[in-house]
């Protein structure tokens, strides 16, 4: 195979675009490692009382990932992310109007690999989030393990994320005065694994918990799906029933979370890495689909609404498909 290498002469723009999504990849992948051996570092070493105060105040502060985070709109304002969107680019659209004396859940479909459209558009004002909604604050749900990790927790809360535990996502949704959004990957981690150029696969009809959570708050289902988030990378071959998918399956069962083994282009060439392929990403918010407040909602219930919001999530992918490179012989597979 021949590596096809970047131009040597490229402007400084798309020079910073590429380091802004290097150190994101590098983020995803590597920061809590990082972190955690600097901690066991510190602690180890002469920096033990640094490491022994930092200790109690994770202590102290160990709820707060599940009581709305700890937000920061200067950093959630860093130029990085600007180059980091505009890489792809990424692009936030606005369907309807969305009232900000409302709590919401949005449904973010696809989960994609590394979850690129709902890190730039609901952790960042790169794509100008606030602008299109003004008076709602979004937060990102992510697996609640990487909040128990010493620093990075810190920094990942800053930008807006928050646990995905139950109690997380409740209490964002019985905030009083509304404005508040819940962001979840509905597919979560499993969907990563279909996630490649030309997939439509999502993992949702046994997804319900969403719904219920939604129902139990009175809080308004908004469908989001994120147009060319399985575009950017590679994956290698695991149908199902295959050794690898067998493994991964396992491991996702175990951990929680699912490893793809993706690739995509590099630094300086185009032929293979682990950056993501420049391709871009049109994250579609729908309109809202309110939800009547049912503190204890039957399955009769959960189903219907469960059946509504799917109808309202084929509808969004059908009304947009064409307008963002999806041919009209392509439909949501739905499992």
Not at 58 to 67: E, F, K, Q, S, V
Not at 77 to 98: M, N
């Amino acid at each position: 195979m021949w590596v096809r290498f970047a131009p040597l002469r490229l402007p400084v723009r798309r020079r910073l675009q590429t380091a802004a999504v290097l150190q994101w990849v590098f983020s995803f992948l590597a920061l809590a490692q990082c972190c955690l051996g600097l901690f066991a570092l510190l602690l180890l070493g002469k920096g033990w009382a640094l490491a022994a105060l930092y200790a109690a105040w994770l202590y102290l502060d160990w709820d707060t990932p599940a009581r709305g985070g700890r937000r920061s709109a200067w950093m959630r304002g860093w130029a990085v992310w600007r180059y980091f969107c505009d890489y792809f680019p990424i692009t936030l659209v606005k369907v309807a109007d969305l009232d900000p004396g409302r709590n919401y859940l949005f449904g973010f479909h696809p989960h994609g690999v590394l979850v690129a459209g709902a890190f730039g558009n609901f952790c960042t004002e790169a794509t100008g989030f606030r602008r299109l909604f003004p008076g709602l604050t979004p937060h990102l749900l992510m697996l609640p393990f990487w909040f128990k990790v010493p620093f990075f927790r810190d920094y990942i809360m800053s930008a807006g994320l928050v646990s995905s535990e139950k109690a997380s996502a409740s209490y964002l949704l019985s905030r009083e005065g509304g404005g508040q959004v819940a962001v979840v990957a509905v597919g979560g981690p499993l969907e990563s694994l279909e996630a490649r150029p030309g997939a439509f696969t999502l993992q949702i009809l046994s997804r319900k918990g969403f719904i219920k959570m939604a129902l139990q708050h009175g809080a308004a289902l908004v469908p989001v799906f994120s147009f060319g988030e399985n575009e950017l990378f590679n994956q290698v071959p695991n149908p199902e029933g295959s050794f690898l998918r067998t493994v991964q399956e396992r491991l996702q069962k175990a951990m929680g979370l699912a490893l793809p083994l993706f690739h995509a282009r590099g630094v300086f060439q185009y032929s293979f890495g682990l950056l993501p392929f420049r391709r871009p990403i049109h994250t579609v918010v729908g309109a809202p689909l309110l939800v009547p407040k049912t503190p204890n909602p039957s399955l009769e219930a959960i189903e219907q609404l469960h059946k509504t919001y799917l109808e309202r999530l084929v509808q969004l992918f059908e009304d947009h498909k064409v307008q963002f490179g999806v041919p009209e012989n392509k439909h949501l597979n739905l499992t």
